[in-house]
């Protein structure tokens, strides 16, 4: 199943950074093309260690079926892939 990833960074509050807006001169908040959640995991941690990013700039990175749009899941700053809960049926359901 063909994956996107987002690719994206914010300033870290702890370091006196704007948490709002990316870290200056890296690029920031675009989807990247994946075979698979191997491949997502990579595009990640190149990411951060291209970017040299710390714990506090990251935002987990959605991960979406490229043909769905669906979320699958996310990945953490050490590259674990999380897959995203059912969602709870309504109350009363």
């Given at each position: 199943?063909?994956?996107?990833?987002?690719?994206?960074?914010v300033g870290n509050p702890d370091?006196?950074?704007d948490p709002g807006r990316p870290l200056y001169g890296t690029?920031?908040?675009y989807w990247v093309e994946v075979a698979d959640i191997e491949a997502a995991s990579k595009a990640c941690r190149d990411y951060i260690a291209e970017n040299d990013l710390g714990g506090g700039n990251w935002p987990h990175a959605e991960v979406r079926?490229?043909?769905t749009d669906e979320v699958v899941?996310?990945?953490s700053y050490?590259?674990?892939f999380w897959e995203k809960?059912?969602?709870?049926?309504a109350p009363g359901m």
């Open positions: 199943m063909p994956l996107k990833v987002l690719l994206s960074n370091h006196r950074q690029r920031s908040g079926d490229v043909e899941g996310h990945i050490n590259g674990r809960e059912p969602s709870a049926p």
